[in-house]
Each structure stands twice: as structure tokens, then as C-alpha cells.
């Protein structure tokens, strides 16, 4: 351990961030391995790079945003539909479909001690948003014949916590073999004067590195190759926390592959122009989103001759991408946004430090960034009492409370 303390102790010096070891003598045995570990493995060259990231705003004004074209699922015609249907059934058979939920999330914000996806959002079953999830997998399974899989990325908080989860409940009755853990990415936390912040216990304070890093943790942990290995064409990649959403769909498939794109989206209309989501949009001639922390007022409300937003397609972050961009996404790195967020931490004198504002930058990679590097893409709208009940909130908009009842009102459980 000498030799791997002096090296760390070096590499501290060279980038002024000696302090990271100021409590070492304190830790544990597995403490010092753990922190020793990531100052070895921390790119500090980008943290740097990410440091004068917090000194700049981030800004879409030289861009020229365009409302972007989409298909409404619901006034699909009839020979539309059954087209869509049955490329997408073809590719579901043949075995070249799978799906990847993106659940590295706790249940902090719902009161919830342990992983999102064990959350149970109050139905008579009791099932929570894993099981409510293995459902449509399930279903999918017993109407096309076949055993999608399922890769499901973790975070190293709730990885143990999760597959333990699965394996107290004989993976809701799915194929084991068919269900695979892979682990997010995260990054250093830094105060505002660039310095790496400690945990509590000593360690490097890091933070998932956004849904972004979907990307490259599939590739880092070996699913873009197994994935192959297994001979899928098309992968799905939605969040946790939708419970309505459409994991297996061959409509959006079907479009996909008949528009000759190489990814899709589905979306829902805003609610109003003041609802606080992301939108599809083109950017610079490119498929993108405009965040609602971007969109000036007279976008949002803006609208076309039949009454509707001009910037109406929500983004629901459910999204279908051919394996052949995957790896070059991975590869290609995304850009890095930055949040300020209150974090606790261990202060140069041992003190631990409890903010009552935010003190600390994190950094975080968005999905969707990744649609810039596509010449265009399918959007397909749908209809948010079908396919959208997020659970983000204890209460309010997007809680227990509301996604429980459009899940009741679509199974009609009521």
C-alpha cells in the first residue's frame, strides 16, 4: 500500500489537490484501498477541463432552433398501423430487440430508503416499479415468443441493493439469464474553487455521471458487445421511473425502420407552455432537445395555425437506437453540464460541513445530446394517459399518488 500512497500522494501534487489525503491516517483498512483507488483512477486533466466548465453559461443563443417534424401514433391509419406492426413484430421475433432501463437512482425524494426501482407506489398488488416493469417483459415474452433481454444499469450505491431485489423475488418470474446489472459511471464532486470534495468518511465524493453515461457504461461493461453476441439490431433505453411506458412497442419500431433513421423517440404534448420538460426540437439542422431551463418564452409559447405549440413534443426520455450508433456514441464522448448542488462534506480542518444552499458542482452527461450526431430521427407522439406516469415527486405532479391512478385508469384496476 506504501508504493500505491506515494504514487497517489504525487499525482495529488501535480494537481494541487493535496488535501484529498489529509484524513488517510483516520480510515479503515478498505477506506484507504477505496481512496487510494480513485485518486489513481481520477482523469484529474478533465476534472480541470470541467472546473472552467463552471465559469462559463451554457447557451443555445447562436443556435438556430427549429420545431422538429413527428407522427402522431393515434391518427395513424389503418394500413400505417399494421406496417409499423409488423416490421416491428419481425424484429421482436427474430430475436433482435432488446431493452435497457436506466434505474442508478435511490428513492431519497419519495421517502424511500433503497433503490427507485423496489419502490412500491400504493397499488392493491403492492408491486413495485420492478416488478410493474417485468410485467410488460413478461408480456412481451408470452406474445411474441420470445426471451428479450433486459439490461438494467445500476449505480455502485444500489447495484448490491438491486440484484439482491431480483434475486429475493426469482426475478418476478423472468429468465435469469435474460436479465443483466451493468454499472453507471460517476465523477468527483468540486467545490467552487475546483478542489475535490471528501465524503464524510474521507473518501472522494463522486456523483453518477447523468443519463447520458448510459452510453458509455454499456460499452465499458461489455453489454454493446453481448449484445451483439446475441444478434440484437435494436435496443430501447427508457428510465425507471415511467410506469406506464411501452418498453416493448413494434409501432415505434416499425416507424423506425421504415423512415430508414437510426433512432426515435416518443414524445407528449406539453401540457401548457409553462410545464417544465425538455422538447424535441432541430438544432442547427440536427434532431436535439431544448431543455425548459433554455427555451425563452416566446418559444415556448409560440403556435402553429391549428393552435399548437410550435415546441410541443416533451421529451419523455423513452428512446430506440440501432446497435450501429451505440458504440460510436459511446466512443464519442458527450458533453459534460454542470449542477450546483447542496452537498455535505469534510472541510480542511475535519469539520463536516451540512449546507443550507448549494455549495458544490456536479457533473452530468444528457441522453439526448446524443441525438446531435444523427442526420435526423423519427418522433413518435403519443398519448401521455397511455404511456407517460412518471414517479419523481412524494407529492404533487409526477408522485405515487398520480402515477398510481393512470396506471389504475389504464389497466382499469379501479
Not at 477506506?31 to 478533465?46: G, M, V, W
Not at 417485468?134 to 439490461?151: G, L, Q, S
Not at 468527483?188 to 448510459?214: N, R, S, Y
Amino acid at each position: 500500500m506504501e508504493e500505491k500512497y506515494l504514487a497517489a500522494k504525487q499525482k495529488l501534487e501535480r494537481y494541487h489537490q493535496e488535501h484529498l489525503l489529509n484524513y488517510f491516517d483516520k480510515l479503515s483498512e478498505e477506506e484507504k484501498i477505496e481512496l487510494l483507488d480513485d485518486i489513481l483512477t481520477i482523469d484529474f486533466n478533465q476534472m480541470e477541463e470541467l472546473y472552467e466548465l463552471t465559469k462559463k453559461e451554457e447557451s443555445f443563443k447562436n443556435s438556430k432552433i427549429e420545431p422538429i417534424a413527428y407522427v402522431e401514433k393515434a391518427k395513424l391509419s389503418k394500413e400505417e398501423r399494421q406496417k409499423y406492426t409488423q416490421i416491428g413484430e419481425d424484429i421482436i421475433r427474430a430475436g433482435k430487440y432488446a431493452v435497457v432501463t436506466m434505474a442508478g437512482g435511490q428513492g431519497t425524494r419519495l421517502g424511500h430508503d433503497g433503490p427507485k426501482g423496489t419502490f412500491d407506489i400504493g397499488l392493491k398488488s403492492h408491486k413495485s416499479i420492478f416488478e410493474i416493469l417485468c410485467d410488460k417483459m413478461k408480456e412481451a415474452r408470452d406474445t411474441y415468443h420470445v426471451d428479450i433481454p433486459w439490461y438494467i444499469m445500476t449505480s455502485e450505491e444500489n447495484n448490491e441493493d438491486t440484484i439482491h431485489f431480483f434475486e429475493d423475488h426469482q426475478y418476478f418470474g423472468y429468465p435469469k439469464e435474460c436479465v443483466s446489472f451493468f454499472v453507471q459511471g460517476k465523477l468527483p464532486m468540486i467545490d467552487p474553487e475546483g478542489k475535490v470534495l471528501l465524503t464524510e468518511k474521507g473518501t472522494v465524493k463522486q456523483a453518477a455521471d447523468g443519463h447520458g453515461g448510459v452510453f458509455e457504461s454499456m460499452r465499458r461493461n461489455g453489454i454493446i458487445y453481448d449484445m451483439l453476441s446475441r444478434g440484437v439490431e435494436w435496443t430501447f433505453i427508457g428510465l425507471v421511473d415511467n410506469v406506464l411506458a411501452k418498453l416493448v412497442d413494434p409501432i415505434l419500431i416499425g416507424l423506425t425502420i421504415d423512415r430508414k433513421v437510426l433512432a426515435s423517440g416518443t414524445s407528449i404534448v406539453k401540457r401548457d407552455p409553462t410545464e417544465r420538460v425538455g422538447v424535441y426540437c432541430k438544432r442547427d439542422g440536427k434532431p436535439g432537445v431544448v431543455e425548459y431551463t433554455e427555451i425563452t418564452k416566446e418559444m415556448s409559447e409560440a403556435r402553429d395555425e391549428n393552435g399548437e405549440l410550435y415546441f410541443g413534443e416533451a421529451n419523455m426520455l423513452c428512446n430506440l437506437f440501432s446497435i450501429k450508433v451505440l458504440d460510436d456514441i459511446a466512443n464519442n464522448k458527450l458533453p459534460y453540464h454542470k449542477a450546483f448542488k447542496k452537498a455535505k462534506y469534510i472541510d480542511s480542518k475535519g469539520n463536516l460541513i451540512v449546507p443550507e444552499k448549494p455549495n458544490a458542482y456536479k457533473f452530468e452527461t444528457f441522453l439526448f445530446d446524443a441525438f446531435e450526431s444523427l442526420d435526423d430521427m423519427a418522433i413518435l407522439r403519443v398519448k401521455r394517459e397511455e404511456e407517460f406516469a412518471p414517479v419523481k415527486n412524494a407529492e404533487g405532479s409526477d408522485s405515487p399518488e398520480t402515477a398510481r391512478k393512470l396506471y389504475e385508469d389504464y389497466y382499469h384496476l379501479n
